[in-house]
């Protein structure tokens, strides 16, 4: 591994962070509160920021040294494997949480947020081919 992985995973980690935000605590926030169940004490208020960071690095680094791996080197190129990677993990989770716990009200939320993490999860799959690519020639 080299110091170009380790840069493209804190790049991935950082737009993880931005782009969850948006995405899930803004724009996708009361669809996402409406369908889950309730139980007290469940969420935290507010939530434990360390944690949250520290995940979304986890994450970046994990989706950028799976697309170095993959020999991605252009935004383009991480584009498709993000998005695979990040619905992949959307669905394993969801279906996991829809076995074994009673959060989600209605099974279609799985359907909305496998293809709402495919769309972010390709967005980082460009950050971190992006960052793969820099100092590399282009052949077109």
């Not at 383009?76 to 695979?84: E, F, V």
């Not at 980082?124 to 992006?130: C, K």
């Amino acid at each position: 591994m080299n110091m170009k992985v380790i840069l493209a995973g804190l790049a991935t980690g950082v737009a993880s962070f931005l782009l969850g935000w948006v995405v899930f605590g803004i724009a996708m926030e009361s669809y996402y509160t409406s369908s889950m169940l309730h139980h007290e004490g469940l969420m935290k208020d507010p939530p434990n920021m360390l944690a949250l960071v520290l995940g979304n690095l986890i994450w970046g680094c994990t989706v950028a040294w799976v697309l170095w791996k993959m020999n991605v080197s252009s935004a383009m190129g991480g584009l498709l494997p993000g998005a695979i990677i990040g619905g992949a993990f959307a669905a394993c989770f969801d279906l996991f949480m829809l076995a074994f716990m009673m959060l989600i009200k209605d099974n279609t939320f799985v359907i909305v947020d496998v293809l709402v993490n495919a769309v972010v999860g390709g967005i980082l799959g460009v950050v971190a081919g992006m960052v793969l690519g820099t100092g590399q020639k282009s052949t077109a």
